[in-house]
């Protein structure tokens, strides 16, 4: 069994700690405060992420990087992706052999446009890795650290290396796929959050689940067409990593994107909103960056940009939805089709 470290000792940090701990692996949990460290090898749980959940003896947390990445080939990144840099750049003096980075953190960089994978290859040497692998899939911390089913997908450029980290994560509860399409898994993984969060403001609105279902299917094709824009299978967003995410983060109250989306819709100010959260909220960040991308790609994404003006333009959401619901007539299959014409002759 593998010694592994986890850095970011949230709810899905410590879900996934939990998940290697499972399968027999000595997991060594990082988060930069030594109180909370402290915390989860007093209690073995982590009780302000996953209340009630109890954490396996084989995990140990510890604020050091340095003993948690010690003798490790496995290095899991599991922060937020606005610490992203900030948490490789502490990384790198600590890195003593080549080792397996996987990141399973769903966000788009505003600004530079960057995929998550993208910005830690920036910040960290190429020497000092085999490969960087993402996990991505249909899958909420408090079902997965229950063990209840839950099927994910890993990819990366080497998909050799990707299996290593599928046989690392999968046993009985927790089956893992793999797949060649590293940017078509990121994306579906980061823009979902998105529609989840229009999802939620339909449902704050008091609209009914015909309203989500059109978020959800037009949702997906904002999300094919902004992906496939920027080279993946459009067949990837129709799977686990697509289709599969975007359907568990937008009817379930387990997701922190759809319950901040809920209050938006019933009136609440975006930045109360976040601190009544007290947790990153992936999708705010990610609609700006997918906003402006979709300016630069020259995609048409109205589902995003009426979200966009929610958050950061104060526009009244029932008027949002009402100036959807207006636009100009179209053929549903349109999209779609010129996706997979433009696959065809590529």
Not at 23 to 33: A, D, E, P, S
Not at 261 to 277: F, T
Request: hydrophobic fraction near 40%.
């Amino acid at each position: 069994m593998e010694k592994v470290a986890v850095l970011g000792a949230g709810s899905w940090g410590t879900a996934l700690a939990i998940v290697l701990a499972d399968n027999g692996h000595k997991v060594h949990l990082w988060t930069h405060r030594e109180d909370h460290a402290e915390e989860i090898n007093r209690t073995h749980r982590n009780e302000r992420y996953l209340k009630g959940i109890p954490i396996p003896d084989n995990v140990i947390a510890d604020s050091e990087l340095a003993a948690v990445t010690a003798d490790t080939k496995h290095v899991i990144l599991v922060v937020p992706t606005k610490a992203m840099r900030e948490v490789c750049q502490q990384l790198i003096p600590h890195l003593s052999q080549q080792v397996t980075i996987t990141h399973a953190s769903k966000g788009i960089e505003p600004e530079t446009y960057k995929r998550v994978s993208e910005v830690i290859s920036e910040e960290i040497p190429a020497e000092l890795y085999r490969d960087i692998v993402v996990l991505s899939g249909p899958s909420h911390a408090e079902e997965v650290s229950l063990k209840h089913p839950t099927t994910v997908t890993v990819s990366a450029k080497d998909l050799n290396v990707a299996s290593t980290v599928q046989d690392l994560f999968i046993n009985e509860q927790f089956r893992v796929y793999t797949s060649p399409d590293l940017v078509g898994v990121e994306l579906g993984g980061a823009l979902k959050n998105i529609i989840a969060l229009g999802a939620g403001i339909s449902d704050g609105l008091g609209f009914g689940d015909n309203a989500k279902a059109a978020l959800i299917t037009r949702g997906l094709a904002e999300i094919a067409r902004l992906g496939t824009s920027m080279g993946a299978n459009p067949l990837t967003f129709s799977g686990l990593t697509g289709i599969g995410d975007l359907i568990v983060t937008c009817t379930s109250s387990h997701s922190r994107n759809w319950r901040a989306g809920y209050k938006l819709g019933q009136g609440a100010d975006l930045d109360q909103v976040l601190e009544d959260m007290g947790m990153v909220v992936e999708g705010v960040r990610t609609t700006k960056a997918a906003y402006q991308l979709s300016k630069t790609q020259n995609v048409d994404m109205p589902i995003t940009a009426g979200i966009y003006r929610v958050l950061f333009e104060e526009a009244d959401p029932k008027d949002v939805v009402t100036q959807l619901m207006t636009r100009i007539r179209r053929r549903e299959m349109e999209d779609l089709t010129n996706i997979l014409d433009d696959q065809m002759n590529n």
